[in-house]
DNA sequence: CTTCCAATTTTGACTAATCAAAGTATACTG
DNA sequence: CAGTATACTTTGATTAGTCAAAATTGGAAG
């Protein structure tokens, strides 16, 4: 079995692969997402590339092999399927499963993990809109705009938000930004990086003003 | 933060401590329960011992310090809760559940605990009849009788069972004689070291005859 | 009181994961 | 093209947890 660390590096490598569509993720990045030293970085990629779980090429970077992917997208259904049985059947709140469910997806097994997904219902998405993988390893592609480039002046639902962090998620749920909100972006200034939308369930009528890089995080789909 | 090892050590310890009243337990013993070698058991119990977590006393064995028998309760509480969670919401077998709860319970973090016990009201007891610790580690004592010594031909509750091994479990679910279940001690053959028994709610009226070791771990009380 | 055995402790070595710091290569800059 | 900054790799050391095997000890049996 591979070990908590293993499917942390694993699951690193997958995600930052998502964002940055390059082949290879360079050593320093993934250090920096595993929050250790570029040395350890290197020595465990290494070991990873003896167990072929990645291919490794000296100062180009690291990429997932095929039984690597498979590995880090088991271990994603493990944490999305965590994430959503502590808000849904738990109550917790929204903004700090993410961390929770780091420590709970390597500790569940493949029983446990089926019982999880029966009694949501197959679900294919968790609580931020980030897709759930299949028993099998496959992810429904999904391709979204987001609110920093989706049409303006027509109502958009968001799908998804691609950050954890609680601070932010907090503020999300305060702003009403939630997943399945629908809002209207109402005008976009380049020249101040500033996006104002309005939230459509929000009757106060109020505007947003988000940065270019905050509403990229936002992905939203037709209502 | 306490190791997944050192909690392991301290549950061990503990519950060692329940069955041989001695206040010391002798290192093999402990190294058995951990199954590790003798010479691990005591390194590491140094270690304990460092920590003030155990007194540990060369050649005589071992017990939990105040700091040591709380953290035992804790992560006994988490295993507990963790099975009745496993069982009840995720309706998973009662056999299964306590290999399963060993390794979440070192992943669950208190807000979690704490949103456990609230969804399942408080619960005393977990599917096998332990009782589940308070946060401020109270264990509410029980003071029952077992099948091999309560009173002949009167109808006594199983309200727990000592072994959590899953083919011995699965026996027990199968001869009806999982806690709750009433049943009545027809005769006692000390020579023979068995004892036969009548389960209540079986219609068919059929005995069984269970070993005295076996029938020991039955504890009982008046339905 | 000696002998011996079984339970313990000690010792030396190993694996996984890490860091600090020194060394090396790549790419940028003039 | 040389010089340097940046990113990466190597090296040597550390910590937690473990084992195998040798050394010790405390008590039981003679």
Redesign the interface.
């Known amino acids: 079995m591979a070990s908590k660390t293993i499917e942390n590096y694993l699951k690193q490598i997958y995600l930052a692969r998502q964002e940055s569509r390059g082949k290879f993720i360079p050593m320093g990045r993934l250090a920096n997402l595993m929050e250790v030293t570029p040395g350890t970085a290197t020595t465990m990629v290494k070991a990873l590339a003896d167990a072929h779980l990645v291919g490794y090429e000296p100062r180009r970077g690291v990429k997932l092999s095929r039984a690597g992917e498979h590995l880090a997208l088991h271990v994603l259904r493990r944490h999305r399927l965590v994430e959503l049985l502590?808000v849904r059947?738990?109550?917790?709140d929204w903004s700090?499963v993410h961390e929770?469910a780091e420590?709970?997806e390597?500790?569940?097994?493949e029983?446990?993990l089926e019982?999880?997904d029966r009694?949501l219902g197959r679900p294919v998405a968790d609580p931020h809109g980030d897709p759930i993988p299949t028993a099998g390893g496959k992810v429904h592609p999904q391709r979204f705009t987001s609110l920093a480039t989706c049409p303006l002046d027509r109502p958009v639902r968001i799908v998804r938000i691609l950050d954890q962090e609680p601070n932010f998620l907090r503020f999300v749920d305060q702003c009403g930004l939630t997943p399945q909100a629908i809002v209207r972006v109402q005008q976009r200034d380049p020249l101040a990086d500033a996006v104002r939308l309005r939230i459509a369930t929000d009757k106060s009528a109020r505007c947003r003003i988000l940065s270019g890089g905050v509403a990229a995080r936002f992905l939203v789909r037709d209502p």
Chains 1, 2 share one sequence.
């Open positions: 502590l059947v738990l109550k917790l700090q929770e420590e709970i390597h500790a569940i097994s029983r446990v019982a999880i009694l």
